[in-house]
């Protein structure tokens, strides 16, 4: 009698878990992100950056003869609608893309902390560590949710430090853009380790010299009073005055924004790794891009 042969076992299926995020032999997992920017808040977004850019170069833009030179005093209150513009931005952003509380919880927490360390260092040779923290969480949390928390966190900040004034739209939307442009860097998913730390350092050095001279650009046509050789002349031809703004700048920011910008290299080297680290954990473990559903039982 011929001995019949053992069945072959069945295939194990594959099954859908993912592979931990270690990097080696299964990949890089794809980084999540809080707030994905939707039709609407990419319009808004467009819409209030292009007022911005309006209301920070207008001194480049306007003509020597335009009326907008000889209203040069009411420019605060014109551009100070920017405010309204910013929380419908943010409003947008919110309701578009489904932010949930465990993206709000983290959002309030990273708004505390930054506008918590801003005054920390104001007013001393502009040292102002909330600029490394808003390097960070763009990085790890997107352009959308870095837009929305550096413009929360001016905002807040404005309010602990009594800072509330018609310059808080220009350092809201300046604010939201420094931290959007972190989340815009290459290799979200895939660049770690000394690499990264370098990026985001020269990022933060040239994004806080940007950030100073966009703000000095918001306050600078308003210094004409002075009728020194630096400030702005509405009937100056624009080669003359971006050289007064130059000067200006040299004159009397340089040394602060310098101090801001070293000290964003100095924190995101230093401090950089356990702070990625422990921003990607809560991200991960906070899993908001994870569809949310609901079993019933029949």
Request: aromatic residues 8%.
């Amino acid at each position: 009698m011929t001995p019949t042969p053992a069945p072959t076992p069945a295939p194990v299926p594959a099954t859908d878990k993912a592979a931990p995020a270690t990097g080696k032999a299964t990949g890089v997992q794809r980084q999540a992100r809080a707030v994905r920017l939707g039709p609407r808040s990419l319009v808004a977004l467009a819409l209030v950056s292009a007022v911005g850019v309006a209301a920070f170069g207008w001194p480049f833009l306007a003509p020597p003869a335009s009326t907008l030179n000889a209203h040069a005093q009411d420019a605060p209150w014109l551009f100070a609608g920017l405010l309204v513009l910013l929380v419908g931005v943010v409003a947008a952003t919110i309701s578009e893309s489904g932010l949930g509380p465990k993206a709000v919880a983290m959002l309030g927490v990273l708004a505390a902390a930054g506008a918590a360390l801003r005054p920390i260092g104001a007013g001393t040779a502009g040292l102002e560590p909330m600029f490394f923290l808003m390097v960070l969480s763009g990085r790890v949390l997107g352009p959308g949710f870095g837009f929305v928390l550096g413009s929360v966190t001016m905002f807040a900040s404005a309010l602990l430090t009594g800072g509330v004034g018609p310059w808080l739209p220009f350092q809201m939307l300046s604010m939201g853009w420094f931290t959007m442009g972190a989340g815009l860097l290459p290799g979200q998913d895939r660049l770690r380790g000394r690499a990264e730390l370098c990026l985001l350092a020269a990022y933060g050095f040239l994004a806080a010299f940007a950030y100073g001279t966009m703000m000095n650009m918001a306050g600078w046509p308003f210094m004409a009073a002075l009728a020194s050789n630096i400030s702005f002349d509405p009937d100056a031809p624009v080669p003359a005055n971006l050289a007064r703004f130059l000067a200006y700048c040299l004159a009397t920011s340089l040394g602060w924004d310098l101090g801001r910008a070293l000290l964003t290299v100095v924190l995101a080297l230093t401090l950089g790794p356990p702070v990625l680290r422990a921003l990607r954990r809560a991200t991960r473990r906070a899993a908001f891009e994870t569809p949310v559903t609901f079993t019933g039982h029949p």
